[in-house]
């Protein structure tokens, strides 16, 4: 099983529907992040936790939310899609320490159509 | 200005070429370097890390740090079909944060 795994792995929603992305670990890690990957644009931090009780905007937090239910489960909210988050998300997990290595799930395929 | 600079490509080599794939930046704060490498549909997952300044070897793989230029490389010797993918740098300020800012990737073609 994948230390990180993300569901669904791919997902096509209206324009205006709320959409909820998983993510779930078993690397033991306090910090979890969600990027988004544009072509071209590269990977950009979305929001991202220390812990249960520590939530932080990242750079492109407009239009999204998340939750932090637990320390291996982050979930990332669309709120009311639009066609621009049409993107691939990434959750990451770290350990943190010396900020050396992040761990990525698979990814989630998002269209809003 | 983004603050990481990334050529896109994508690049087209042959097997056994030496690549050379860089990135620069404008944060001076940066002080950890890495190059994630990330296969079609996958996940990104770490190759090499560098802690400020300085070159880093791991078998056919050479990270390059130059702060003063703010220019990072990655070599890849004797290059393989199985290293096509996209290569992604990505760096980090020495907060407690630990975000990783990534550029854009280039993407690396190896023809048999």
């Known amino acids: 099983d994948a230390d990180v795994t993300q569901t669904p792995r791919n997902r096509i929603t209206k324009t205006g529907k709320r959409i909820m992305l998983e993510c779930s670990q078993t690397?033991?890690?306090?910090?979890m992040y969600w990027y988004r990957q544009d072509p071209g644009l590269g990977l950009r931090l979305i929001y991202y936790?220390?812990?249960?009780?520590?939530?932080n905007k990242g750079e492109i937090s407009d239009g999204y939310s998340v939750s932090r239910q637990a320390q291996a489960k982050f979930s990332l909210s669309l709120e009311s899609a639009i066609p621009n988050q049409t993107a691939l998300y990434f959750c990451?997990?770290?350990?943190?320490?010396?900020?050396?290595?992040?761990?990525f799930g698979q990814g989630t395929r998002l269209t809003v159509v | 200005q983004k603050e990481v600079e990334q050529d896109p490509g994508p690049l087209s080599v042959p097997e056994g070429a030496i690549v050379s794939l860089n990135c620069t930046y404008s944060?001076?704060?940066?002080?950890?370097f890495m190059w994630y490498r990330q296969y079609s549909r996958k996940g990104p997952e770490l190759l090499m890390y560098?802690?400020?300044?300085g070159n880093k070897e791991d078998g056919r793989f050479t990270a390059q740090v130059d702060k003063s230029s703010k220019y990072i490389s990655l070599f890849i010797r004797d290059s393989q079909p199985s290293d096509s993918a996209t290569y992604l740098c990505?760096?980090?300020?020495?907060?407690?944060?630990?975000?990783?800012?990534f550029g854009s990737g280039t993407r690396l073609l190896v023809r048999p």
């Open positions: 990451a997990t770290s350990d943190g320490a010396g900020g050396t290595e992040a761990f």
């Open positions: 690397k033991g890690h306090d910090r």
């Open positions: 936790s220390f812990d249960v009780k520590d939530i």
């Open positions: 944060n001076s704060a940066f002080q950890y």
């Open positions: 560098t802690y400020s300044s």
């Open positions: 990505a760096m980090s300020e020495k907060d407690s944060s630990y975000k990783l800012i």
